[in-house]
Protein backbone atom coordinates (compact mmCIF):
# COMPACT_ATOMS: atom_id res chain seq x y z
CA UNK A 1 0.00 0.00 0.00
CA UNK A 2 1.21 3.43 -0.73
CA UNK A 3 1.34 5.84 2.23
CA UNK A 4 -1.45 8.55 1.78
CA UNK A 5 -1.31 11.92 1.05
CA UNK A 6 -0.18 14.18 3.45
CA UNK A 7 -2.42 17.10 3.75
CA UNK A 8 -1.87 20.76 5.65
CA UNK A 9 -5.30 22.49 5.87
CA UNK A 10 -5.45 26.35 6.08
CA UNK A 11 -8.49 28.28 8.14
CA UNK A 12 -9.45 31.27 9.17
CA UNK A 13 -13.29 30.44 10.39
CA UNK A 14 -15.87 27.43 10.72
CA UNK A 15 -13.79 24.76 8.79
CA UNK A 16 -16.54 23.35 7.00
CA UNK A 17 -14.47 22.40 4.16
CA UNK A 18 -12.28 20.97 6.42
CA UNK A 19 -15.09 18.75 7.89
CA UNK A 20 -15.91 17.86 4.70
CA UNK A 21 -12.61 16.35 3.81
CA UNK A 22 -12.06 14.65 6.94
CA UNK A 23 -15.48 13.12 6.21
CA UNK A 24 -14.94 11.79 3.20
CA UNK A 25 -11.16 10.39 4.45
CA UNK A 26 -12.92 8.54 7.27
CA UNK A 27 -15.43 7.18 4.84
CA UNK A 28 -12.46 5.84 2.80
CA UNK A 29 -13.07 7.95 -0.30
CA UNK A 30 -9.92 10.06 0.00
CA UNK A 31 -6.49 8.58 0.16
CA UNK A 32 -5.25 11.13 2.05
CA UNK A 33 -4.15 12.00 5.73
CA UNK A 34 -4.63 15.62 7.20
CA UNK A 35 -1.47 16.23 9.22
CA UNK A 36 -2.11 19.18 10.35
CA UNK A 37 -4.51 22.26 10.63
CA UNK A 38 -3.22 25.72 10.94
CA UNK A 39 -5.43 28.82 11.54
CA UNK A 40 -4.52 32.43 12.05
CA UNK A 41 -7.21 32.97 14.14
CA UNK A 42 -7.04 31.79 17.35
CA UNK A 43 -11.22 31.73 17.89
CA UNK A 44 -11.36 29.69 14.49
CA UNK A 45 -13.68 26.88 15.33
CA UNK A 46 -12.04 24.34 12.55
CA UNK A 47 -9.54 24.29 15.41
CA UNK A 48 -11.66 22.58 17.34
CA UNK A 49 -13.01 20.18 15.13
CA UNK A 50 -9.37 19.12 14.36
CA UNK A 51 -8.16 18.71 18.00
CA UNK A 52 -11.62 16.42 18.34
CA UNK A 53 -10.13 13.98 15.95
CA UNK A 54 -7.05 14.09 17.27
CA UNK A 55 -5.08 16.27 14.11
CA UNK A 56 -2.64 18.50 15.29
CA UNK A 57 -3.07 22.31 15.32
CA UNK A 58 -1.22 25.73 14.95
CA UNK A 59 -2.00 29.36 15.19
CA UNK A 60 -0.39 32.06 13.83
CA UNK A 61 -1.71 35.37 14.34
CA UNK A 62 -0.73 37.65 11.33
CA UNK A 63 -1.18 40.59 13.46
CA UNK A 64 1.79 39.83 15.52
CA UNK A 65 4.22 39.82 12.69
CA UNK A 66 5.72 43.06 11.05
CA UNK A 67 4.23 42.53 7.45
CA UNK A 68 2.78 39.41 5.00
CA UNK A 69 5.97 38.50 4.08
CA UNK A 70 6.78 37.77 7.59
CA UNK A 71 4.17 36.37 8.34
CA UNK A 72 4.15 33.80 4.94
CA UNK A 73 7.65 32.90 5.94
CA UNK A 74 6.37 31.67 9.82
CA UNK A 75 3.64 29.99 8.18
CA UNK A 76 5.95 28.15 5.21
CA UNK A 77 7.78 26.85 8.58
CA UNK A 78 5.05 25.82 10.28
CA UNK A 79 3.90 24.15 7.13
CA UNK A 80 6.91 22.34 6.19
CA UNK A 81 7.27 21.03 9.75
CA UNK A 82 4.73 18.33 8.64
CA UNK A 83 6.28 17.79 5.20
CA UNK A 84 2.80 17.91 3.43
CA UNK A 85 2.43 16.67 -0.21
CA UNK A 86 -0.81 19.35 -0.51
CA UNK A 87 -1.34 22.36 1.06
CA UNK A 88 -5.29 23.25 0.89
CA UNK A 89 -6.46 26.44 1.28
CA UNK A 90 -10.25 25.95 2.95
CA UNK A 91 -11.76 29.51 4.47
CA UNK A 92 -8.01 30.78 4.69
CA UNK A 93 -8.87 34.50 4.73
CA UNK A 94 -5.31 35.93 3.88
CA UNK A 95 -3.41 37.03 0.41
CA UNK A 96 -0.92 35.37 0.31
CA UNK A 97 2.74 36.35 -0.92
CA UNK A 98 4.28 35.71 -4.29
CA UNK A 99 7.39 33.90 -2.64
CA UNK A 100 4.56 31.88 -0.46
CA UNK A 101 2.92 30.73 -3.60
CA UNK A 102 5.99 30.00 -5.77
CA UNK A 103 7.21 27.66 -2.86
CA UNK A 104 4.10 25.46 -3.08
CA UNK A 105 3.45 25.69 -6.75
CA UNK A 106 1.59 22.94 -8.18
CA UNK A 107 1.05 21.61 -4.64
CA UNK A 108 -1.52 24.51 -3.43
CA UNK A 109 -5.52 24.25 -3.90
CA UNK A 110 -8.06 27.19 -2.80
CA UNK A 111 -12.17 26.86 -3.00
CA UNK A 112 -13.57 29.75 -4.14
CA UNK A 113 -17.49 30.30 -3.94
CA UNK A 114 -18.28 31.56 -7.65
CA UNK A 115 -17.73 29.97 -11.18
CA UNK A 116 -14.65 31.65 -11.49
CA UNK A 117 -12.99 33.98 -13.32
CA UNK A 118 -16.34 35.45 -12.36
CA UNK A 119 -16.62 37.09 -9.16
CA UNK A 120 -12.95 36.92 -7.86
CA UNK A 121 -12.75 38.31 -4.31
CA UNK A 122 -15.39 39.33 -1.62
CA UNK A 123 -19.50 39.10 -1.35
CA UNK A 124 -19.51 36.92 -4.59
CA UNK A 125 -23.45 35.64 -4.04
CA UNK A 126 -24.52 39.30 -3.67
CA UNK A 127 -22.63 40.30 -6.86
CA UNK A 128 -24.10 37.26 -9.09
CA UNK A 129 -27.64 38.17 -7.79
CA UNK A 130 -27.25 41.63 -8.24
CA UNK A 131 -25.82 40.68 -11.65
CA UNK A 132 -29.02 38.52 -12.71
CA UNK A 133 -27.07 35.32 -13.22
CA UNK A 134 -29.23 31.98 -13.87
CA UNK A 135 -26.29 30.50 -12.56
CA UNK A 136 -23.40 30.44 -9.61
CA UNK A 137 -21.11 28.17 -7.86
CA UNK A 138 -18.10 26.97 -7.06
CA UNK A 139 -14.65 26.44 -8.11
CA UNK A 140 -11.40 24.49 -7.06
CA UNK A 141 -8.41 26.10 -8.44
CA UNK A 142 -4.55 25.72 -7.98
CA UNK A 143 -3.39 28.90 -6.45
CA UNK A 144 -0.68 31.05 -8.64
CA UNK A 145 0.54 34.59 -7.81
CA UNK A 146 -2.85 35.78 -9.52
CA UNK A 147 -5.45 36.53 -7.17
CA UNK A 148 -8.23 33.59 -7.52
CA UNK A 149 -6.51 33.39 -11.01
CA UNK A 150 -4.87 29.86 -11.18
CA UNK A 151 -6.03 26.78 -13.43
CA UNK A 152 -9.22 25.38 -12.74
CA UNK A 153 -9.58 21.88 -11.41
CA UNK A 154 -13.53 21.30 -10.58
CA UNK A 155 -16.47 23.69 -10.78
CA UNK A 156 -19.49 23.06 -9.03
CA UNK A 157 -22.75 24.83 -11.17
CA UNK A 158 -25.75 25.70 -9.05
CA UNK A 159 -28.81 27.00 -10.33
CA UNK A 160 -29.85 30.71 -9.25
CA UNK A 161 -33.52 30.50 -8.36
CA UNK A 162 -35.93 33.93 -8.14
CA UNK A 163 -36.19 34.22 -4.55
CA UNK A 164 -32.82 33.68 -3.84
CA UNK A 165 -31.10 35.74 -1.46
CA UNK A 166 -27.16 36.00 -0.41
CA UNK A 167 -27.94 33.85 2.16
CA UNK A 168 -29.84 30.84 0.47
CA UNK A 169 -27.85 31.07 -2.56
CA UNK A 170 -24.92 30.30 -0.62
CA UNK A 171 -26.27 28.00 1.74
CA UNK A 172 -26.66 25.65 -1.67
CA UNK A 173 -22.86 26.69 -3.28
CA UNK A 174 -21.72 25.72 0.26
CA UNK A 175 -23.33 22.34 0.05
CA UNK A 176 -21.55 21.95 -3.30
CA UNK A 177 -18.18 23.06 -2.13
CA UNK A 178 -18.14 20.27 0.38
CA UNK A 179 -17.96 18.05 -2.38
CA UNK A 180 -16.51 19.16 -5.14
CA UNK A 181 -13.26 19.57 -2.43
CA UNK A 182 -12.70 16.21 -1.54
CA UNK A 183 -13.12 15.09 -4.80
CA UNK A 184 -10.21 17.47 -6.03
CA UNK A 185 -8.05 16.53 -3.56
CA UNK A 186 -8.87 12.71 -4.14
CA UNK A 187 -7.96 13.37 -7.35
CA UNK A 188 -4.40 14.52 -6.62
CA UNK A 189 -3.94 12.22 -3.29
CA UNK A 190 -4.35 9.69 -6.22
CA UNK A 191 -1.67 11.10 -8.40
CA UNK A 192 -4.07 11.60 -11.18
CA UNK A 193 -4.16 15.98 -10.62
CA UNK A 194 -1.28 17.90 -11.23
CA UNK A 195 -0.49 21.38 -12.34
CA UNK A 196 1.06 21.66 -15.71
CA UNK A 197 3.09 24.06 -17.59
CA UNK A 198 0.20 24.77 -19.77
CA UNK A 199 -2.45 24.43 -16.85
CA UNK A 200 -4.01 21.54 -14.48
CA UNK A 201 -4.19 17.66 -16.28
CA UNK A 202 -6.45 14.93 -15.00
CA UNK A 203 -5.17 11.95 -15.97
CA UNK A 204 -2.49 13.82 -18.13
CA UNK A 205 -5.03 15.20 -19.94
CA UNK A 206 -5.43 18.91 -19.67
CA UNK A 207 -8.78 19.56 -18.44
CA UNK A 208 -11.06 22.97 -20.25
CA UNK A 209 -10.36 26.59 -18.98
CA UNK A 210 -13.50 25.93 -16.92
CA UNK A 211 -12.06 22.93 -14.79
CA UNK A 212 -14.27 19.28 -14.75
CA UNK A 213 -17.81 20.68 -14.34
CA UNK A 214 -20.39 19.19 -12.57
CA UNK A 215 -24.27 20.34 -13.05
CA UNK A 216 -26.71 20.18 -9.77
Known amino acids: MPSPCNVVV ?11 LLD ?15 SNRADAYGLERAKTVGIATRMLDHKAFDGREAFDAALVEAIDAFEPHLVV ?16 AGRLLNIHPSLLPKYKGLHTHQRALEAGDSEHGCSVHFVTEELDG ?4 VQAVVPVQSHDSPTSLAQRVHEQEHQIYP ?21 DQ ?9 RT
Request: glycine fraction near 14%; charged fraction near 10%.
Open 89 to 104: LAGFMRILSPGFVRHY
Open 24 to 38: SIQAGDTPARVCAVI
Open 206 to 214: PLPSTGHLI
Open 183 to 203: LAVCWFAEGRLRLGEQGALLD
Open 150 to 153: GPLV
Open 10 to 20: LISGSGSNLQA
